[in-house]
């Protein structure tokens, strides 16, 4: 597409947009003139304007579009199809799901043929107030005398309906005269208190992010772990306070450099999110800056991937000085190469999935300052990284054994910390419910040796299968727990249908870790909820392992006697 600012005697004129090739300036003068055009305010179109139109696009044997607002001013003109020069969702009005953008396109064409498929989704995507379509005589053209002339052979007039099934509805084909008498006003009042009723049905929470959700499965994902993934999504989003509404699925090859998915696949997503009334698009994966910033460009709707909704989580989450200075951390480190192309009209401030944590005021700041920032929090994580060095110094110099309890996101790990030392522990049935690890001592009575024994646990932050590595990196200081305890127990929720999934992921993030962690012992939770098959398949697979309900504080006597032998195992030199 070219757009091409025009001057006229020296002074600036309209911006022309579309085709421009091969135009004469005489004709490029024609079509400026057309920005003088002033229609009634509640006319569709007038006879003289569409003749007019007629006469140009004959002229230059184009299609032309005129996009008018409702004073009646022609506000922009291009030159090719509805989709070919439609305007920017970045440039077009701020309306809610409730309205329409008060504005309507006067376009011709060459066929004799009804507005085509492409064309009423452009309408759509703009959520334009009506498109006129007028077809030329002799399929386009005539020249009379040596010049070309053309008259309107015949009009289609087209425009949204507040209905999920039909997105738009199509006249017949209707003559200039009859189209010239409709009622513009009545039309678009009357739709408009149609979106409203329909909007006001489906709105629940005004305060909850509408989230439309996309899946790419690619050659590489099985069918079974694209769906897990985004029932995972979907709780991610649920947990960060908003609602899924729908659900779009994609299969290609491998993502597409620029928008993730394909062409008629964003057009799909922008027009669905008009249709339900999203203001955020979440994706099931990693975005690369410019994929979000193309993607925010051709939906007009906020877009935001798996780790923001990640990262916006923890920040809900952090409620020490020590957990709130490492989603800082994240946040900046994620935002840098995120800055660029984030203007007005994509503005974060407001609330909402992906705009807590450091805010609006760091974020659009200089990279240059943001970088000292995050340069400064570093040197932090740095200090609380030491410090915690020397408290587990300090234990180990008391000679008391150190456990880990490591897993999967709402494993249980935080109600058997619970049940264990009594810890009173934030617990949720939510991803990510506690961020800050807690330490606690643990007695024990070993049964062989009636000897009471003294163990600390420490209840660490939650896994999830491709933790985002700004979380890792920002997090060290807390993981390091993991990697400086004696021992693991790695509990796992035998409820999900994942589980198996799950522990590769647990076990996948602990090979990567830069000190190899102690022995683990591998605790199957929430035993009470899984049926009898499930409980021998892993029973079956995995024997060394212990089964219990911290819930419902089964098995847990025979865990604590285990946890004697792990430290055993741990401490005494082989």
Not at 295 to 313: A, F, K, N, S
Not at 418 to 425: F, I, K
Not at 536 to 552: D, L, R, T, Y
Request: proline fraction near 4%; hydrophobic fraction near 40%; glycine fraction near 8%.
């Amino acid at each position: 597409m070219f757009e091409d600012q025009l001057f006229w005697s020296g002074v600036s004129i309209e911006t022309i947009y579309g085709q421009l090739q091969g135009l004469k300036p005489n004709q490029l003068k024609q079509l400026q003139r057309l920005y003088h055009q002033r229609l009634p305010g509640d006319c569709l179109t007038t006879t003289e304007f569409a003749q007019r139109l007629a006469a140009v696009s004959t002229e230059i044997a184009q299609p032309l579009c005129t996009y008018i607002n409702r004073r009646g001013q022609v506000i922009r003109v291009g030159v090719g199809t509805v989709r070919q020069t439609q305007i920017p969702p970045s440039e077009l009005p701020r309306y809610g799901a409730e309205r329409l953008s008060g504005i309507r396109c006067v376009a011709t064409q060459l066929k004799m043929e009804a507005p085509s498929e492409s064309t009423l989704t452009a309408m759509a995507l703009q959520r334009l107030d009506a498109l006129v379509m007028l077809t030329l005589s002799g399929g386009g053209f005539e020249r009379r005398g040596g010049g070309a002339t053309g008259y309107v052979k015949e009009a289609y007039l087209a425009h949204l309906v507040p209905h999920p099934e039909a997105h738009w509805t199509v006249s017949p084909s209707l003559s200039l005269d009859v189209l010239a008498q409709q009622d513009f006003l009545a039309l678009t009042e009357g739709l408009e208190e149609e979106f409203r009723r329909e909007f006001v049905a489906q709105q629940v929470d005004v305060g909850c992010d509408r989230v439309l959700l996309v899946g790419l499965m690619t050659d590489r994902t099985s069918s079974q772990r694209f769906q897990d993934g985004l029932t995972e999504v979907t709780r991610l989003v649920e947990t960060a306070g908003g609602e899924v509404l729908q659900v779009l699925r994609q299969k290609r090859s491998q993502p597409h450099p620029q928008t993730v998915v394909g062409e008629g696949k964003v057009q799909e997503i922008a027009l669905s999110a008009q249709t339900i009334g999203a203001n955020l698009i979440v994706f099931d994966r990693d975005l690369s800056p410019s994929q979000v910033r193309n993607l925010e460009l051709q939906i007009g709707v906020r877009v935001v991937d798996r780790t923001e909704v990640i990262l916006d989580i923890f920040a809900q989450r952090a409620q020490s000085g020590a957990g709130k200075l490492q989603v800082e951390l994240a946040q900046l480190e994620y935002a840098l190469p995120r800055l660029s192309g984030r203007g007005r009209s994509m503005s974060r401030q407001g609330g909402g999935i992906g705009t807590r944590g450091p805010g609006e005021t760091k974020l659009e700041t200089e990279r240059r300052a943001i970088q000292r920032r995050i340069t400064r929090l570093q040197q932090e994580v740095n200090q609380l990284q030491a410090h915690r060095s020397r408290m587990r110094q300090q234990r180990q110099h008391q000679e008391v054994p150190s456990i880990a309890i490591v897993g999967y996101t709402n494993a249980g790990k935080s109600t058997l910390m619970n049940a264990l030392t009594n810890a009173e522990v934030y617990i949720a049935d939510q991803l990510f419910a506690t961020l800050d690890p807690t330490t606690r001592r643990l007695k024990i009575t070993d049964a062989k040796t009636q000897e009471g024994i003294g163990i600390i646990l420490t209840d660490t932050v939650g896994f999830i299968h491709d933790l985002p590595p700004s979380l890792v990196d920002a997090f060290r200081a807390t993981l390091e727990e993991v990697t400086e305890a004696d021992a693991l127990l790695h509990v796992v929720d035998l409820s999900h249908p994942a589980w198996q999934s799950q522990i590769r992921s647990v076990m996948k993030i602990l090979s990567e870790m830069p000190i190899t962690p102690g022995p683990a012992l591998l605790a199957f939770n929430k035993i009470d909820q899984v049926d009898s098959d499930t409980l021998a398949f892993a029973q079956e697979e995995f024997p060394q392992a212990i089964f219990i309900s911290a819930g419902e504080r089964l098995g847990l006597e025979t865990l604590r006697q285990r946890l004697v032998g792990l430290i055993d195992y741990a401490i005494v030199p082989r």
